[in-house]
């Protein structure tokens, strides 16, 4: 079992930026892929970024790419999620999420392939 809570969230203006953070607990968190996916009123979660048990790969969905960084650090259990050139479509509540994936340098894009998810940390940028 695998606990992920998010940290970080708030209220920005357009073009602000922010570091959300998602720290880890029970199992060896370098054994796990980790994801960002968010949610905004009215829509369904959408995929952000992801990152590999290592951090050798990352991927971005196309709405962040340049903008938003995936990050890890393993000896902090803890991953991160840096949002530059906020605008207000970001607005949103922002996950993480973990699949057990320990080999070779694989991210996974789709909600369907993590096993673990935090609660969510509320992301407000106004314009």
């Known amino acids: 079992q695998v606990q992920l809570v998010e940290s970080g969230g708030g209220l920005v203006q357009a073009g602000g930026s922010l570091r959300l953070s998602c720290a880890a607990s029970g199992r060896t968190f370098s054994s796990y892929a980790m994801g960002w996916f968010r949610q905004a009123p009215g829509k369904e979660r959408e995929f952000v970024a992801a990152?590999?048990?290592?951090?050798?790969?990352?991927y971005y969905a196309d709405s962040v790419k340049g903008r938003f960084t995936i990050s890890r650090a393993n000896a902090k259990n803890t991953a991160y999620l840096q949002m530059n050139s906020l605008k207000p479509e970001d607005t949103a509540v922002y996950y993480c999420?973990?699949?057990?994936?320990?080999?070779?340098?694989?991210?996974?894009?789709?909600?369907?392939?993590?096993?673990?998810w935090g609660q969510g940390t509320q992301v407000t940028v106004s314009s």
């Open positions: 990152i590999s048990w290592s951090g050798g790969s990352t």
């Open positions: 999420a973990a699949v057990y994936s320990p080999y070779g340098s694989s991210w996974y894009g789709r909600e369907l392939e993590y096993d673990y």
